[in-house]
Nanobody, 115 residues
Framework: QVQLVESGGGLVQAGGSLRLSCAAS????????MGWYRQAPGKQRELVAA???????TYADSVKGRFTISRDVAKNTVYLQMNSLKPEDTAVYYC?????????WGQGTQVTVSS
């Protein structure tokens, strides 16, 4: 079992920055990749960024150059640094942890970008 707890969401003006954190606990040795997804009202959940156990990163085209995913292996924590935020980035952001058998999800954290 893996538990994921997100933090760092909030309200920010367009052009501002936020940093999300996702702390993993439990069977963290089984995690092979972690990522951030988001879901806006009326839309499907979409991948924002992901990082593999080897450190390879992937980004959605809409956030490239603005968002950075990183990790602190010692703390079992993944971060999403979000810069130059836009109103269209408004969504609930979910942390995802992938193992060979299951995907795990955090409870989500709201990010609201005002224009």
């Amino acid at each position: 079992q893996v538990q994921l707890v997100e933090s760092g969401g909030g309200l920010v003006q367009a052009g501002g920055s936020l940093r999300l954190s996702c702390a993993a606990s439990g069977s963290t040795f089984s995690i092979i990749a972690m990522g951030w997804y988001r879901q806006a009202p009326g839309k499907q959940r979409e991948l924002v960024a992901a990082i593999s156990s080897g450190g390879t990163t992937t980004y959605a085209d809409s956030v490239k150059g603005r968002f950075t995913i990183s990790r602190d292996v010692a703390k079992n924590t993944v971060y999403l640094q979000m810069n130059s935020l836009k109103p269209e980035d408004t969504a609930v952001y979910y942390c995802n942890g992938v193992t060979r058998s299951l995907d795990y999800w955090g409870q989500g954290t709201q990010v609201t970008v005002s224009s």
